[in-house]
């Protein structure tokens, strides 16, 4: 099984405590289970966390080395303007659909309330990490 996971998920995945933390991990550690992100989710990793979290720039250096490490990495679909109100989340659902994910895993709610991106289902990190048990 294919998953993307957004960048609001990872950032608290990596820098905070909680379900993103306990998702991530399980993730990594499942041989039935590939993570896929691209470059533009690391670059907007890179950016809030270095903003939005303060972190130093080798913790985030570390991070995305490790993310790296852990996910293969795709060039996002092209996919129209009108997929979806923001702009700014048209890369990351093209990288679902690139990645041809069972899931794209978010907490942004524009992207939860289109509940599928082609074959893709969108899901909360909750709703996505209770179905794994």
Known sequence: MRIVLDTNVLLSA???????????DALIESDAIDL?????????????AA?????????VKRAIAFL???AQIVEPAPLPKTACKDP???PV??????????????GDAQL?????????LILSPRAFFDGLS
């Open 93 to 106: 659902l093209g990288t679902a659909v690139a990645a041809t994910a069972r899931v794209l895993v978010t």
């Open 112 to 120: 939860l309330g289109l509940g599928h991106i082609h074959d893709t």
């Open 51 to 59: 903003g939005k979290f303060a972190a130093p720039a080798q913790d």
């Open 68 to 70: 790296r490490g852990h």
């Open 14 to 24: 990596i820098f905070t405590r909680g379900v993103c933390e306990a998702l991530l």
């Open 36 to 48: 896929v992100l691209s470059q533009y989710i690391l670059n907007e990793f890179r950016e809030h």
């Open 88 to 90: 700014d989340d048209i």
